[in-house]
């Protein structure tokens, strides 16, 4: 009788482990972890690509800085607050101001480029000029001229006169008044004639930052 009541014990023992082992298998798939929301918004947030143009002062004091992007660029003041941004969209660049709001989309190349308004008008246009280049308004009146000037550029308003000169000196740009004084400068390498861009006057900062980044930069498919 005991070794029956052994017996039974035992093959319950043996069952029990064999249940434990057999059973079903704690699951191996991967845990996916949900992504935070600022994480995926960061993800998503154009990556700069590339070395920031940065102009100062004669003071030396940092006024505005151009910062590369995947999509384009980024234009902000020198506390880095954002003044404009820069999208492609084919070969147009989008400008819009930080909340977005269209300000105007610059068509057209290599040598003639238009600058439209929200609405797809045309405001102004550069256009190639010989070895310079030439902007005029939306009923072809001359505003500026840009010529090559002893490895710089010299900047013309309508009556002809000078009214910025572009010298590049030891690796260092600068824009001077009709004095000599200097305006802006950078130690990042930009054409001349692009750089000739920022003495369009008539024109909102954002605007003259466009045609600068459209002429340095070819455009993104």
């Excluded at 057999?22 to 845990?31: K, L, T, V, Y």
């Amino acid at each position: 009788m005991k070794l029956r009541v052994l017996f039974l014990v035992g093959l319950g023992v043996l069952g029990a482990s064999a249940c434990t082992e057999g059973g079903a298998p704690a699951s191996s798939a991967p845990q996916t972890q949900a992504i935070p929301a600022n994480a995926a918004a960061a993800a998503a947030e154009p990556k700069e690509a590339g070395t920031k143009l940065k102009f100062k002062d004669g003071d030396d004091r940092e006024r505005f800085s151009l910062k590369p992007k995947d999509d384009g660029a980024k234009l902000v003041d020198g506390e880095d607050k954002e003044l404009a941004r820069y999208k492609w969209k084919g070969g147009e660049l989008k400008v819009s101001g930080p909340d977005d709001t269209v300000l105007a989309y610059v068509t057209g190349g290599p040598d003639a480029f238009q600058v439209k308004d929200a609405t797809k008008s045309v405001r102004y246009t550069l256009t190639r000029e010989g070895a310079g280049w030439k902007l005029t308004d939306a009923q072809g009146a001359v505003l500026y001229t840009v010529a090559p000037d002893g490895g710089g550029a010299s900047v013309k308003g309508a009556s002809g006169a000078e009214a910025l000169h572009v010298k590049v000196r030891e690796g260092k740009l600068s824009l001077r008044d009709p004095s000599g004084k200097t305006l802006l400068a950078t130690k990042q390498p930009v054409p001349p004639e692009a750089a000739a861009c920022l003495g369009f006057d008539s024109l909102d900062l954002p605007l003259r930052m466009a045609l600068l980044f459209r002429l340095q930069t070819p455009a993104s498919p």
